[in-house]
Structure formats: structure tokens, C-alpha cells
């Protein structure tokens, strides 16, 4: 079982315009809502690419309800640690004219001690009976730092860290299996630019001499950088025809990661899958909810090089 843990859920506003002028009234073309959050879109990722994976989120308010219903429509198994605190809504805005998007993402709300506890213990139950576990996703408003390492001292699998600061470099030292900022997220948590490869592969060797096993960088639809301790790799995706949402795609990457990992493939061999697991999700409107048929297609295009 995969468990795809995480803080801040969302429930989310996908808007779809012909044009969107920013300054004016805009009109959508379409609407559509749906449970997401990186902790979300991860589960149902590797639940639409067959895996066994179990949901764990902190969520309340009004959205909760809807949020439930989404993901029991959808099939995919989930544990709420609720809250007095109302889970964020977030927006995404899809210009058809440019092809841009643009998202309006609120901070997860604070919550109290005996949320953030009673998480922790959930996590521990969950984590003990997961063969892998992606542990995903900003911390809420006041969490403290210390919040992602207390998490990761319960996990006795491989785990794929996705969040970034602080609490990434604290957790360094216990060895995860596989962390994967983007270039930017790891530029911000390292706090010096990454103009160009020599620099990026430098601070991808930072982490791994600081503990992490195996450091995954992506950059949109460039390169995705893999290195260990003693070894680079360079993973060329191919091109998408068309894109249709890039949100989630990062999170369908990381749940395909962890698949891979629990059913004990080696780790190189694991990113042409994962890349492609977020190219399928790159053509689909809403995240996570990806078509898995041509993953492994794609994945044969996806050129390895170790430069």
C-alpha cells in the first residue's frame, strides 16, 4: 500500500477561459471542482495507475464534505484527521489563448496542537502498514518546521519527500529514501540561484552528502536531474502535443515514483515511468485524474543519459 500523506489539502476551482484579460470581467467556459491538494492529487494519481494507496489529509469546514464525496466517487480510499480550521480553496485559472495558467493558492489555515498530534499518530498507524509513503505538500500557517521530521522518524519504509525549506533540510540527516524539489523550490530552500547545471547539479549533491539517498529535481518540461551519492543522471522527457492542465503533474510523478519503489525497482529505472505517469496527467483537465493507458509507451521515449 501507498500512503500519500500531507497537511494541506484543497478543494479546487478549475476555470477554463477562452481568454482571460486580467483587470476585466472574465466569463468561464467552464467550471469544475474537485478534491486536489498535492497530498490529494498524489492518492488519486496512484490510484488511477493501480496501485493500492490510502489518503491521509488534515480537512474541515465546508469543503470536507465535498471533498469526502469526490474521492469515494472516485474510488480511492482515504483518512481525514478533521479540523476546527476550514480547508483552503484554491483556484486554477486555464487561458486558452495562451495556454497559460494561473493559480490562486491560499495558505492552509492554522491548526491547533492537538490536531497536528492527533495527525501524527494517524501517520504512525499508517505509515507501519505502508510499503512506501509520499509525504507531500506545504506545512499549515504556525506549523513548526520540526512538524516534517517528527512525521519522518515514524516512517520505517522508503519514502518520497516533496516539500521544500526548512523542513527539508531537517529531515536530511535520517536518510530519506528519495526527496524531489524543483529547481526553484530547491534555489529557495538552499538560498542561492541555480543559473545554471553545474550549480544545480552542485546543489543536488549538497543533499546527498546531507543525508538524502537519491535527489530528484524537476524543471517543468526540461531535463529531470537524478543524482546519489556517486552517481548523475539526466532524463530527457519527450514532447507533449498538447497540454491541457500542468496541475498535479509533479504529484502524479512523486506517486509513481512511489509505486515503483514498492514493488522494489530500482530507482533510475523508476523516473522514465514516473515522467511519463506526469505527462499523462499534463493532458487531463483535472489533476491526478490521469489516463494511465500509453504510460509505458511513453516511458521508452523518455532518452537516460549520465552526463
Request: one cysteine or more; glycine letters at 8%; a negative charge.
Amino acid at each position: 500500500m501507498i500512503l500519500s500523506a500531507g497537511l494541506t489539502p484543497a478543494w479546487q476551482h478549475v476555470l477554463v477561459f477562452d481568454r482571460f484579460r486580467q483587470g476585466e470581467v472574465n466569463r468561464a467556459r467552464e467550471a469544475h471542482w474537485c478534491a486536489s491538494g498535492k497530498v490529494l492529487n498524489a492518492a488519486v494519481a496512484a490510484h488511477r495507475l493501480g496501485g493500492p494507496v490510502l489518503a491521509l489529509a488534515a480537512a474541515g469546514g465546508p469543503p470536507l464534505p465535498q471533498m469526502d464525496r469526490d474521492l469515494a466517487e472516485l474510488g480511492v480510499p482515504h483518512r481525514w484527521i478533521v479540523t476546527g480550521a476550514a480547508t483552503r480553496v484554491c483556484t486554477t485559472i486555464l487561458d486558452q489563448a495562451s495556454g497559460e495558467m494561473t493559480e490562486l493558492v491560499p495558505d492552509g489555515l492554522p491548526l491547533t496542537p492537538a490536531e497536528l498530534d492527533a495527525f501524527a499518530v494517524a501517520y504512525a498507524e499508517e505509515a507501519a502498514r505502508a510499503d512506501a509513503v509520499v509525504l507531500i505538500g506545504s506545512l499549515p500557517a504556525g506549523a513548526p518546521a520540526s512538524t516534517y521530521r517528527r512525521l519522518v522518524e515514524k516512517t520505517p519504509c522508503p519514502a518520497v519527500l516533496d516539500f521544500r525549506g526548512e523542513g527539508l533540510l531537517a529531515v536530511l540527516d535520517l536518510k530519506p529514501c528519495l526527496v524531489k524539489p524543483n529547481r526553484q523550490e530547491l534555489a529557495q530552500t538552499l538560498g542561492r540561484p541555480l543559473d545554471d547545471d553545474a550549480q544545480l547539479l552542485d546543489a543536488m549533491r549538497e543533499l546527498n552528502r546531507r543525508g538524502a539517498r537519491w535527489v530528484l529535481v524537476t524543471q517543468g518540461p526540461g531535463p529531470v536531474w537524478l543524482s546519489a551519492a556517486d552517481r548523475v543522471y539526466r532524463f530527457q522527457p519527450p514532447p507533449v502535443a498538447r497540454a491541457v492542465n500542468p496541475l498535479g503533474s509533479g504529484d502524479a510523478l512523486a506517486a509513481a515514483l512511489a509505486l515503483a519503489i514498492a514493488a522494489g525497482r530500482p530507482i533510475p529505472d523508476s523516473v522514465p515511468l514516473a515522467i511519463a505517469a506526469a505527462q499523462a496527467n499534463l493532458r487531463q483537465l483535472l489533476p491526478g485524474r490521469l489516463d494511465p493507458a500509453g504510460i509505458e509507451t511513453t516511458a521508452a521515449e523518455v532518452r537516460v543519459e549520465e552526463p
